[in-house]
């Protein structure tokens, strides 16, 4: 993968904070998204839908992560390692909570 592809895909905070989720524990879960159209919830049903209909799937098109949309469950891809020392440089040197809470 080139750099310019690793940066465009790490140009997202929730990817980074994805991909940093899976450096200390794959598989991980993503919840999936609810059918209730009518949810109050501060928009988490509309980052949980970005997370599936957007930033999987592109994960996973540069085989970074593999998802089972069935379970949620994500685990490393084969092209991880090509990713993961930038993931891990970044997070240690970003001053702005990169390395937060994990996606949903």
Do not use: C
């Amino acid at each position: 993968m080139m750099l310019d592809d690793q940066l465009s895909v790490l140009s997202n905070g929730h990817r980074r904070r994805l991909l940093l989720a899976l450096t200390e524990e794959s598989p991980y879960n993503i919840p999936t998204v609810s059918s209730d159209p009518v949810e109050a919830d501060g928009g988490v049903r509309e980052h949980a839908i970005a997370m599936h209909h957007s930033h999987l799937p592109r994960l996973e098109d540069h085989g970074l992560i593999d998802w089972n949309q069935e379970t949620g469950e994500v685990t490393k891809g084969s092209q991880f390692d090509d990713i993961e020392a930038l993931v891990t440089t970044l997070a240690e040197n970003h001053s702005g909570g990169f390395a937060g809470e994990p996606p949903d």
